[in-house]
Protein backbone atom coordinates (compact mmCIF):
# COMPACT_ATOMS: atom_id res chain seq x y z
CA UNK A 1 0.00 0.00 0.00
CA UNK A 2 1.64 3.46 -1.21
CA UNK A 3 1.83 6.07 1.16
CA UNK A 4 1.20 9.68 1.14
CA UNK A 5 3.15 10.92 -2.20
CA UNK A 6 4.12 14.44 -2.77
CA UNK A 7 5.37 16.12 -5.66
CA UNK A 8 7.31 17.74 -6.74
CA UNK A 9 10.23 16.76 -3.33
CA UNK A 10 11.90 20.24 -4.41
CA UNK A 11 10.71 23.38 -6.05
CA UNK A 12 12.79 26.58 -6.62
CA UNK A 13 10.60 29.78 -7.72
CA UNK A 14 11.95 32.77 -8.10
CA UNK A 15 9.95 35.56 -6.24
CA UNK A 16 6.20 36.73 -8.07
CA UNK A 17 5.74 33.25 -9.77
CA UNK A 18 3.32 30.68 -8.79
CA UNK A 19 4.04 27.26 -6.93
CA UNK A 20 1.69 24.34 -7.13
CA UNK A 21 1.97 21.40 -4.91
CA UNK A 22 0.70 18.51 -5.08
CA UNK A 23 -0.45 15.67 -2.53
CA UNK A 24 -2.12 11.95 -3.41
CA UNK A 25 -3.46 10.68 -0.47
CA UNK A 26 -2.47 6.99 1.19
CA UNK A 27 -5.12 4.37 -1.20
CA UNK A 28 -8.42 4.39 0.59
CA UNK A 29 -8.44 8.19 2.86
CA UNK A 30 -10.85 10.54 1.44
CA UNK A 31 -9.58 13.56 4.13
CA UNK A 32 -6.21 15.71 3.54
CA UNK A 33 -4.78 18.21 5.66
CA UNK A 34 -1.50 20.64 4.85
CA UNK A 35 0.81 21.92 7.14
CA UNK A 36 3.98 23.97 6.75
CA UNK A 37 7.25 23.89 8.35
CA UNK A 38 9.14 27.35 8.51
CA UNK A 39 12.59 27.39 10.09
CA UNK A 40 12.38 27.37 13.86
CA UNK A 41 8.79 27.88 13.77
CA UNK A 42 7.92 24.24 13.81
CA UNK A 43 4.84 22.69 12.43
CA UNK A 44 1.92 24.87 11.63
CA UNK A 45 -1.47 23.77 10.17
CA UNK A 46 -2.61 25.51 6.80
CA UNK A 47 -5.76 23.83 5.50
CA UNK A 48 -8.09 20.78 6.06
CA UNK A 49 -9.54 19.74 3.08
CA UNK A 50 -12.63 16.34 2.39
CA UNK A 51 -13.05 15.68 -1.92
CA UNK A 52 -14.68 18.94 -3.22
CA UNK A 53 -15.23 19.95 0.10
CA UNK A 54 -12.55 22.67 2.27
CA UNK A 55 -13.50 22.11 6.00
CA UNK A 56 -11.03 23.83 7.88
CA UNK A 57 -8.79 26.94 6.01
CA UNK A 58 -7.61 28.60 9.45
CA UNK A 59 -4.25 28.41 8.70
CA UNK A 60 -4.47 29.54 5.63
CA UNK A 61 -2.59 32.69 4.99
CA UNK A 62 -5.74 35.77 3.53
CA UNK A 63 -3.99 35.76 0.23
CA UNK A 64 -2.38 34.57 -2.51
CA UNK A 65 -2.99 31.00 -0.96
CA UNK A 66 -5.38 28.15 -2.29
CA UNK A 67 -6.21 24.75 -1.85
CA UNK A 68 -7.81 22.10 -3.46
CA UNK A 69 -9.13 18.78 -3.52
CA UNK A 70 -10.96 17.62 -6.45
CA UNK A 71 -13.52 14.50 -7.33
CA UNK A 72 -10.61 13.30 -9.29
CA UNK A 73 -6.50 13.59 -8.70
CA UNK A 74 -4.41 15.10 -5.64
CA UNK A 75 -5.21 18.08 -3.68
CA UNK A 76 -3.08 21.05 -4.81
CA UNK A 77 -1.78 23.83 -2.59
CA UNK A 78 -1.19 26.69 -4.82
CA UNK A 79 0.51 29.79 -3.94
CA UNK A 80 0.82 32.35 -6.26
CA UNK A 81 3.00 35.69 -6.49
CA UNK A 82 5.38 33.71 -4.20
CA UNK A 83 7.89 35.72 -1.61
CA UNK A 84 10.88 34.76 0.14
CA UNK A 85 9.16 34.15 3.66
CA UNK A 86 7.20 31.03 1.56
CA UNK A 87 10.10 29.44 1.60
CA UNK A 88 9.80 26.51 3.45
CA UNK A 89 8.70 22.95 3.46
CA UNK A 90 5.28 21.92 3.06
CA UNK A 91 3.43 18.47 4.24
CA UNK A 92 0.56 16.89 3.46
CA UNK A 93 -1.20 14.44 5.41
CA UNK A 94 -4.00 12.15 4.72
CA UNK A 95 -6.73 9.69 7.16
CA UNK A 96 -9.74 7.86 6.74
CA UNK A 97 -12.72 9.90 7.19
CA UNK A 98 -12.72 11.41 11.06
CA UNK A 99 -13.56 9.04 13.64
CA UNK A 100 -12.50 9.23 17.05
CA UNK A 101 -8.75 8.30 16.36
CA UNK A 102 -7.84 7.61 12.99
CA UNK A 103 -4.22 8.89 12.71
CA UNK A 104 -3.03 11.27 10.15
CA UNK A 105 -0.24 9.72 7.93
CA UNK A 106 2.71 12.16 6.27
CA UNK A 107 4.32 12.58 2.77
CA UNK A 108 7.98 13.26 2.19
CA UNK A 109 7.34 17.04 1.87
CA UNK A 110 8.10 19.66 -1.00
CA UNK A 111 10.45 22.08 -0.04
CA UNK A 112 10.05 25.64 -1.61
CA UNK A 113 12.93 27.71 -2.08
CA UNK A 114 11.92 31.10 -3.36
CA UNK A 115 14.52 32.80 -4.85
CA UNK B 1 -8.10 25.94 22.35
CA UNK B 2 -5.53 22.64 22.16
CA UNK B 3 -1.55 23.35 22.40
CA UNK B 4 1.07 21.61 23.38
CA UNK B 5 4.43 22.84 25.17
CA UNK B 6 7.95 20.73 24.67
CA UNK B 7 10.35 22.31 26.73
CA UNK B 8 14.09 22.54 25.87
CA UNK B 9 14.93 22.62 21.80
CA UNK B 10 17.80 19.65 21.86
CA UNK B 11 18.38 16.98 23.95
CA UNK B 12 21.98 15.32 24.14
CA UNK B 13 22.42 11.47 25.33
CA UNK B 14 24.95 9.08 25.45
CA UNK B 15 24.14 5.87 23.23
CA UNK B 16 22.53 3.37 25.85
CA UNK B 17 21.35 6.19 27.93
CA UNK B 18 17.88 6.47 29.04
CA UNK B 19 15.93 9.17 26.33
CA UNK B 20 13.16 11.33 28.40
CA UNK B 21 11.60 13.68 26.14
CA UNK B 22 8.88 16.14 27.73
CA UNK B 23 5.21 17.48 25.92
CA UNK B 24 2.94 18.66 28.23
CA UNK B 25 -0.74 19.78 26.85
CA UNK B 26 -3.36 21.99 27.15
CA UNK B 27 -6.95 20.84 25.92
CA UNK B 28 -10.37 21.58 26.99
CA UNK B 29 -11.83 18.40 26.45
CA UNK B 30 -10.25 14.70 26.22
CA UNK B 31 -7.38 15.11 24.27
CA UNK B 32 -6.05 12.20 21.55
CA UNK B 33 -2.40 12.78 21.91
CA UNK B 34 0.37 11.64 19.26
CA UNK B 35 4.27 11.52 19.07
CA UNK B 36 6.30 12.19 15.51
CA UNK B 37 9.53 11.61 14.44
CA UNK B 38 11.22 13.38 11.81
CA UNK B 39 14.72 12.12 10.10
CA UNK B 40 16.49 14.86 8.45
CA UNK B 41 15.17 15.87 5.22
CA UNK B 42 12.02 13.69 5.22
CA UNK B 43 8.49 13.85 6.27
CA UNK B 44 6.97 13.01 9.84
CA UNK B 45 6.58 9.12 10.99
CA UNK B 46 4.01 7.96 13.59
CA UNK B 47 5.70 6.77 16.75
CA UNK B 48 2.78 6.21 19.02
CA UNK B 49 -0.72 8.01 19.89
CA UNK B 50 -2.91 8.15 23.23
CA UNK B 51 -6.39 7.77 22.17
CA UNK B 52 -7.74 7.13 25.87
CA UNK B 53 -7.60 2.99 25.75
CA UNK B 54 -4.50 3.16 28.14
CA UNK B 55 -2.55 5.44 29.93
CA UNK B 56 0.86 3.55 28.99
CA UNK B 57 1.32 3.52 25.15
CA UNK B 58 3.98 1.67 23.36
CA UNK B 59 5.24 2.57 19.77
CA UNK B 60 7.29 1.59 17.45
CA UNK B 61 11.57 1.30 17.37
CA UNK B 62 11.53 0.88 21.19
CA UNK B 63 9.76 3.97 22.27
CA UNK B 64 6.64 4.40 25.07
CA UNK B 65 4.44 7.70 26.63
CA UNK B 66 2.66 7.65 29.82
CA UNK B 67 -0.26 10.00 29.95
CA UNK B 68 -0.74 11.73 32.79
CA UNK B 69 -3.98 13.70 33.66
CA UNK B 70 -2.95 14.76 36.49
CA UNK B 71 0.14 16.49 35.26
CA UNK B 72 -1.33 17.21 31.67
CA UNK B 73 2.08 15.44 30.11
CA UNK B 74 2.88 12.84 27.79
CA UNK B 75 6.13 12.24 27.93
CA UNK B 76 7.82 10.04 25.26
CA UNK B 77 11.34 7.79 26.76
CA UNK B 78 12.94 5.24 25.94
CA UNK B 79 15.31 3.27 28.24
CA UNK B 80 18.13 2.88 25.99
CA UNK B 81 19.04 5.23 23.23
CA UNK B 82 20.34 4.36 19.64
CA UNK B 83 22.50 6.11 16.88
CA UNK B 84 19.65 5.31 14.80
CA UNK B 85 17.21 7.93 17.51
CA UNK B 86 19.18 11.14 16.82
CA UNK B 87 16.23 12.94 14.80
CA UNK B 88 13.60 15.74 15.07
CA UNK B 89 10.51 14.31 17.62
CA UNK B 90 7.55 16.39 17.33
CA UNK B 91 4.52 15.88 19.88
CA UNK B 92 0.79 17.01 18.95
CA UNK B 93 -2.96 17.12 19.71
CA UNK B 94 -5.59 16.80 17.94
CA UNK B 95 -9.02 17.51 17.94
CA UNK B 96 -11.96 15.67 16.83
CA UNK B 97 -14.79 16.12 13.67
CA UNK B 98 -14.33 19.47 12.02
CA UNK B 99 -11.72 20.36 14.39
CA UNK B 100 -8.88 17.29 13.62
CA UNK B 101 -6.07 19.27 12.57
CA UNK B 102 -2.72 18.39 14.64
CA UNK B 103 -1.80 20.96 17.04
CA UNK B 104 2.30 20.72 17.32
CA UNK B 105 4.82 21.52 19.82
CA UNK B 106 7.87 23.18 18.27
CA UNK B 107 10.31 20.20 18.29
CA UNK B 108 12.78 18.73 19.91
CA UNK B 109 16.25 17.88 18.61
CA UNK B 110 17.67 14.75 20.25
CA UNK B 111 21.13 13.74 19.46
CA UNK B 112 22.82 10.67 20.73
CA UNK B 113 26.57 10.47 21.90
CA UNK B 114 28.65 7.71 20.79
Known amino acids: NAGVMQNPRHLVRRRGQEARLRCSPMKGHSHVYWYRQLPEEGLKFMVY????????ESGMPKERFSAEFPKEGPSILRIQQVVRGDSAAYFCASSPPPGAIETQYFGPGTRLLVL | AQSVTQLGSHVSVSEGALVLLRCNYS??????LFWYVQYPNQGLQLLLK??????LVKGINGFEAEFKKSETSFHLTKPSAHMSDAAEYFC????????????FGKGITLSVRP
Open chain 1, 49 to 56: LQKENIID
Open chain 2, 92 to 103: AVRGTGANSKLT
Open chain 2, 27 to 32: SSVPPY
Open chain 2, 50 to 55: YTSAAT
